[in-house]
């Protein structure tokens, strides 16, 4: 027999299927789901549980004219699969492939481009209300997860919301899970109203009811009134939202697809925000991811049956690196404290978190607070490690220049997946913050090289240092220590890493290894390089870069960081306006999803690539 999923090509073939090849094609989109992820990686454990979600949505509204906006969109993929997207599963997230979240590029059913969390709702109101003003007829749905609520966006939008009177829908996706487990009030109020009997009736609808009431004297009325608002308090799940001026509906069964068109179909029927409160159980009909939703939110190709990822790369991560120096510094320092947003196993903190619970506050996806609130505890002289992707920090930037650098306090930004991170491609790269930061007064950025250096540049920002400063690392691996890099780290020196006379590379963090393959290469040619670490990206070692400058009157610059802002602008300024630089940095550009081996082939900061340009150079 055909597959049911075989026949899905749009959602025009949704609409037409009864419950029973609705539940049969959720067990089928499961089967399909786990079997492509386990090839590719990506974020199984949140398709799994948005299955019946994703189907009842297609089935109720009419994609693409009813708009469907995902936040944070890694639970997209089966979006992708009904909206005709079914046979490039196999290039999810690969160099050239599908994306791994909504691209407005990739299909007309893609409303709105995320990746970073808690936007839906104020790209969905801005499309209502962009609706209302033209007239036209449609439906906006926002689909929000528990952990993405989390976010000041959301609350601002939510805000928002609640006072206009724009028809719109907002499906709250509860699974109590963020990343791990979800934090903070709200997670715990939707936590105790997850129990509650379903509710449908809003306080307009009572309202209503009670105005239909004939020969009802004002008397009367208002004391019903006043009733009905005592009893709904007691008895109506989801109050907080209707005082905010949504209507409330819910709780819902996520993985009950009667239960959630039959909802739907309402929420079609009423005017003005509602919000409906989705409970679902993420990694949902596959066990191990079940049993561990964490380790299957994000994860790269793994066995299905055992669930053990198949490229395990040997060794540590600069996370976790980053993770055991600050157990260590914690231990001699005990003003010392952590701050995470939402992603304590993503910056290696697990350990962190088991050692020093009292000294590490997770404050759920809420980057701006946490800065702000890193640097009320410098106020209180506690030093405070803020850490945060370098894509999430863009999130912060105000907080970092208003609240921390204005007044010089000294909050150590550790600052993961720096540079290109690969698969999730161009909203997670790391590479504007060695840019934006280096603009900021008072501001210290370093670039390890290596572990070594990670761990020397941890301590100097925590005990050596005063005022803000930022280490910035990349993601996975370092493929090998420097023997250099076990020196002291002082203010603002670079160092030389091996010696040459041809031509001066000057590079930092990750690049120092490329620029070694670079000059083994040229030695090939007869040319001899030299090979210059920064360590400092802000301030500039700029005695050791004249220097060199002085001895070989040929500079390439290598760095993987935006141009415009990056050092390659401030070295140009430095050196004679004759000065003979090449400058190998990424483009000003977004950068798409890949391997960071393909993305830097792809984008000329390869070894071959610079080796070759060099040559061509020299030989003019
Ligand atoms: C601004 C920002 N910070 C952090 C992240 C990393 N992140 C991706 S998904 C996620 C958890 C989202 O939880 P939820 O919205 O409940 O979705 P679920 O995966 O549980 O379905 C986090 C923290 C992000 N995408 N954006």
């Known amino acids: 027999m055909k597959n049911i999923l075989d026949q899905v090509n749009s959602p025009d073939d949704i609409k037409k299927m009864n419950v029973d090849n609705l539940k049969d094609l959720s067990k089928e989109i499961r089967k399909y789901l786990i079997e492509s992820v386990s090839k590719t990686g990506g974020h199984l454990a949140s398709n799994l549980g948005v299955t019946e979600l994703t189907l009842a949505l297609h089935y109720v509204f009419n994609s693409p004219v009813d708009k469907i906006i995902w936040d ?18 196999s290039t999810l997230r690969q160099f050239g492939g599908m994306s791994g979240f909504p691209k407005r590029e990739e299909s007309e059913h893609d409303i709105f481009n995320t990746g970073h969390s808690s936007t ?6 801005g499309i209502a209300r962009g609706r209302d003003l033209r007239k036209q007829q449609h439906e906006v749905i926002a689909v929000i997860g528990d952990g993405a609520l989390t976010g000041g966006m959301a609350f601002e939008a939510l805000n928002d919301a609640g006072r206009s009177n724009t ?17 903070g009030g709200m997670s715990q109020y939707l936590s105790k109203i997850r129990t509650e009997p379903a509710y449908y009736t809003t306080k307009k609808d009572i309202e209503k009811l009670v105005n239909q ?28 939202f209707e005082e905010i001026g949504l209507k409330y509906l819910g709780p819902i069964d996520g993985h009950n697809i009667e239960a959630l068109i039959d909802v739907f179909k309402r929420a079609k029927n009423q005017d003005g925000p509602i919000l409906i409160h989705v409970c679902t159980k993420k990694g949902k009909g596959y066990k191990l991811a079940e049993e561990k939703p964490d380790a299957f939110h994000g994860i790269s190709p793994f066995d299905p049956k055992t669930g053990k990822k198949r490229d395990c790369k040997k060794g540590p991560t600069y996370s976790k690196i ?18 995470t947003a939402a992603m304590i196993d993503g910056t290696g903190l697990t350990d962190f978190a088991q050692k020093y619970p009292e000294r590490l506050f997770d404050v759920g996806i809420a980057e701006q607070h946490a800065v702000t609130m890193a640097a009320g505890l410098a106020v209180e002289g506690i030093v405070p490690v803020v850490a945060l992707y370098s894509s ?27 540079g290109l991170v690969g698969d999730d491609g161009e909203t997670h790269h790391g590479v504007f913050d060695a840019a934006f930061l280096s603009q900021i007064p008072n501001m210290t950025v370093m670039v390890p090289a290596d572990y070594i250096e990670l761990e020397n540049m941890l301590d100097y920002a925590v005990n050596k ?53 670079v000059k083994k290469l040229l030695q090939k040619y007869n040319i001899s390089a030299e090979i210059i670490n920064l360590r400092f990206i802000k301030p500039l070692d700029e005695e050791l870069i004249l220097s060199s400058y002085d001895k070989t009157k040929n500079v390439v610059i290598i760095d993987e960081a935006i141009k415009d802002g990056s050092i390659s602008n401030k070295i140009q300024l430095l050196l004679p306006a004759d000065a003979n630089i090449r400058i190998e940095t990424l483009p000003n550009k977004f950068i798409s999803h890949g391997s960071v081996e393909k993305l830097f082939e792809d984008n000329f900061i390869d070894e071959i690539s610079i080796t070759n340009n060099i040559i061509k150079d020299l030989k003019k």
Request: hydrophobic share 40%.
């Open 72 to 89: 944070v969109g890694h639970q997209s993929y089966i979006h992708k699969i009904i909206t005709g997207r079914k046979d490039k599963m």
């Open 120 to 125: 839906s709702i104020s790209a969905a109101i």
């Open 167 to 183: 028809k719109l829908i907002v499906v709250l996706n509860d699974n109590e899970m963020s990343i791990s487990h979800n934090v």
């Open 213 to 240: 009431i004939p020969f009802i004297g004002d008397e009367l009325r208002n004391l019903l009134h006043k009733t009905k608002e005592g009893i709904k308090q007691m008895i109506v799940p989801g109050m907080l």
């Open 322 to 339: 980053f993770g055991n120096k600050l157990c260590n510094l914690a231990k001699n320092n005990k003003n010392l404290a952590v701050i």
């Open 392 to 418: 999430f920090l863009q999130r912060a930037y105000d907080q970092v220049i208003h609240d921390v650098a204005m007044q010089n306090l000294h909050v150590v930004f550790a600052i993961d997946r720096a």
């Open 465 to 517: 240092h005063n005022g803000p400063i930022a280490v910035r690392y990349p993601r996975g691996n370092c493929e090998e220590n420097f023997m250099t890099s076990s020196s002291q780290i002082n203010y603002g020196k670079g160092v030389l890493v091996q010696e040459g006379n041809d031509i001066s590379i000057i590079t930092n963090g990750r690049m120092t290894h490329i620029a070694l393959k």
